[in-house]
């Protein structure tokens, strides 16, 4: 007589796959920091206000001045009148003269005005540098919301397409029905309608993904391809409260840094302008040495050494002096407003994204469950259609329901991520938080390094293609091109658009709702590696044995293995050596997996329920020693007996015992 035992398995589990190639979000940040031209022309801005430093600085040193002339000289053209009332006592000749001086000017004091100018200066310089740091902020952010907007564009034309092919779908069924004079011509002409709709939907999909790309190409020099971009993900902690992240970005928000040294350069000038109320004094040793001949009544011989103390006090300029010190006041009272309503801005800001980060956080919860009950309950309405339980209009109602849930939590969810990037920007932390390096771009400005202040001198001719396309600038229309052998003429990489994002381009595409990053064929249309009839991309359960009933997921929610055994006996046949070592792979390829391993024996009519109870235990025991043996824990395993009194085959027969 044989016995027989049953097990089952409960497990869930997931897989994800990143491009290989992919062009991150870091990756574009940096990009961005770096070929810019906003970002560009402040460090420019940067280097030419360090020049206006030197110029400042030289005013501390002496002047050396050198000038030599030489001349011809013709007199005695005019003579005397006739009437004798003027005479003329030059002789009419010509004349050579030369002359050479050689001044020395120091400047011993001038109201303090050079030192207040060279802090004037300074102020100027670092209002520079964190103006370009702001610029550096202002471009991380607009790539960030450039590169986010992409990936949320593409997604959702994801989901209007696959609107369009199922009302595709749904207008196949009805037509066939209209055919068979099973329905009615207002259900065909409502379908068309809808399905009209769902294409024009697409179009505008389309449209506003088409702008998402030109926005890209706007902040990074090139069009995006959408097959190497990867969702981000905030890998930063975010502040514990709006109140410190507040506070933290009215001291580092770089706007407001600029704010802050844009008042001392008003307060510098300010006091730079207070030298007119001294007096300027200044130290010259010159040096002349000219020379004439002896006809020359007009010039005379000099070569005289001076040496001498110059002072230059202007006493009344009608008002000049103070109208230009209270304009100044007024700069330095309008530049801390400046800063005020700055700081009003930062905050504001910050309010609007934490309040977003919160919110959407939220909304996120009832939108998921929002669209897990549309998609149950379109499942439902399309078999009660079928039965007839249902009409076309609460079909589609459904269909709308589940598309719209699909689309929201889309728009929500990138959102959500963008949000957090917003609070960062706030506090001046998005270049660091995405690119892992603020030290990088900062020290070009010298700012946050231990390394000495450094110039960088630029030149000229400046260089006029700036990506190396042999396409001049002013006729390239993406000028930060990747060197590859299909740019077009106009200076743009010929655009093979991949609308899922799965790596094929949709001119080899065949399946053009695959989601992004999904292992696919060659000719895009997405694997099922276990053929369990789920694709990958949507199998939780991806090494599911041949011949096993899956449910929607991939997974089997109950697999069932018989083994038989000998009368009285818990010996398992040497036959099952095979299904047992199948069984083991597919536990240890998904260890979500854990076994419950039932024994049973069959009644007859000497049977004993105690001798068979524990008989049944020892076979299911049996059983899961042989799948340890095999690798599998033992924490994954748990027996049962049930001896006879739950048979799994009718016992009153010989072939059900």
Same mark, same amino acid.
């Given at each position: ?16 796959? $990143? ?5 991150? *979000? ?34 501390? +040193?002496? #002047?050396? &001045? ?26 009419? !000749?010509? +004349? ?8 020395? $000017? ?12 060279? !802090? ?51 207008? @196949? ?32 999909? *389309? ?17 995006? &391809? ?49 030298? !007119? +109320? ?40 009608? /008002? ?56 149950? $309950? ?68 010298? *700012? ?28 390239? *229309?993406?000028?930060? @091109? ?45 694997? !099922? ?17 041949? /011949? ?13 293995? $018989? ?11 040497? /036959? ?15 260890? /979500? ?27 299911? &025991? ?6 340890? #043996? ?28």
């Amino acid at each position: 007589m044989f016995k027989r035992y049953l097990f089952a398995l409960l497990a869930i589990g997931s897989l994800s796959f $990143t491009s290989l190639s992919a062009l991150t *979000l870091k990756e574009s940040v940096v990009e961005a920091m770096n070929t810019n031209p906003v970002v560009q022309e402040r460090l420019k801005n940067y280097r030419a206000t360090q020049q206006d430093l030197n110029i400042a600085e030289s005013e501390y +040193y002496p #002047k050396l &001045d050198f000038r030599a002339s030489f001349g011809h000289t013709e007199a005695g053209a005019i003579k005397d009148s006739e009437d004798g009332s003027y005479n003329h006592l030059v002789q009419s !000749d010509a +004349y050579e003269n030369y002359e050479a001086s050689l001044i020395l $000017t120091q400047n011993l004091f001038d109201g303090f005005g050079t030192t207040n100018k060279v !802090d004037y200066q300074e102020s100027r310089i670092l209002a520079a540098a964190y103006n370009y740091i702001e610029k550096t902020n202002d471009i991380a952010f607009k790539m960030t919301s450039a590169y986010i907007n992409v990936l949320r564009s593409y997604e959702l034309l994801q989901t209007a397409r696959e609107n369009v092919q199922i009302n595709e779908s749904i207008f @196949s069924k009805v037509k066939d029905l209209y055919n068979a004079g099973l329905t009615t011509d207002s259900e065909v002409k409502k379908i068309e309608s809808a399905l009209a709709l769902s294409r024009s939907n697409l179009t505008v999909q *389309l449209n506003n993904t088409r702008d998402t790309e030109f926005s890209f190409r706007r902040v990074l020099g090139r069009m995006p &391809d959408v097959s190497t971009m990867v969702k981000p993900d905030v890998d930063v902690p975010m502040p514990d409260s709006i109140e410190r992240a507040a506070l933290y970005s009215i001291n580092h928000n770089p706007s407001l840094l600029v704010s802050r040294y844009n008042i001392k350069g008003a307060q510098a000038l300010w006091k730079q302008n207070e030298k !007119d +109320y001294y007096p300027k004094i200044d130290l010259e040793v010159s040096q002349n040495y000219s020379d004439a001949s002896d006809r020359n009544a007009f010039d005379q011989p000099d070569d005289r050494f001076r040496a001498r103390i110059v002072l230059n006090y202007n006493i009344f300029r009608g /008002g000049a002096d103070s109208a230009t010190s209270q304009k100044n006041i007024s700069k330095i009272n309008q530049e801390i407003e400046i800063q005020r309503d700055l700081k009003r801005q930062v905050i504001e800001g910050l309010d609007l994204s934490w309040n977003a980060y919160e919110m959407i956080g939220l909304q996120l919860k009832d939108l998921k469950e929002y669209k897990d009950f549309s998609a149950k $309950t379109l499942e439902l309405y399309k078999e009660e259609y079928d039965l007839g339980r249902r009409s076309l209009l609460d079909l589609l109602a459904a269909q709308n329901d589940f598309i719209n849930s699909k689309s929201q939590i889309i728009t929500a969810e990138y959102e959500h991520l963008f949000s957090k990037y917003r609070i960062l920007d706030a506090m001046g932390l998005l270049p660091m938080a995405v690119s892992g390096n603020e030290q990088d771009y900062a020290s070009r400005v010298n *700012l946050y390094t231990n390394a000495g202040a450094h110039e960088i001198l630029d030149s000229v001719p400046v260089k006029l293609d700036v990506d190396s396309d042999n396409i001049p600038d002013n006729e390239d *229309l993406c000028d930060n @091109s990747v060197l590859e052998n299909n740019i077009m003429p106009y200076g743009c990489k010929k655009i093979q658009r991949d609308s899922d994002g799965d790596g094929v381009y949709d001119s080899k595409d065949k399946d053009a709702l695959t989601p992004k990053n999904a292992k696919v064929s060659p000719d895009g249309v997405a694997l !099922d590696s276990d053929l369990d009839g789920v694709k990958d991309y949507e199998d939780l359960c991806p090494n599911t044995p041949i /011949g096993y009933t899956v449910d929607k997921d991939g997974c089997t929610s109950s697999l069932t293995l $018989t083994v038989n055994f000998q009368k009285n006996s818990t010996d398992i046949a040497a /036959g099952l050596k095979n299904e047992i070592d199948e069984f083991s792979r597919f536990m240890k390829n998904n260890p /979500g997996f854990k076994a419950n391993i039932v024994g049973h024996s069959s009644r007859t009519a000497v049977s004993k329920a105690e001798y068979n109870l524990k008989l049944s235990k020892e076979r299911a &025991d049996a059983f899961k020693a042989e799948l340890i #043996k095999r690798g599998i824990s033992a924490e994954r395993l748990t027996t049962q007996g049930k001896g006879f009194e739950k048979p799994i085959a009718d016992n009153s027969t010989e072939e059900g015992r």
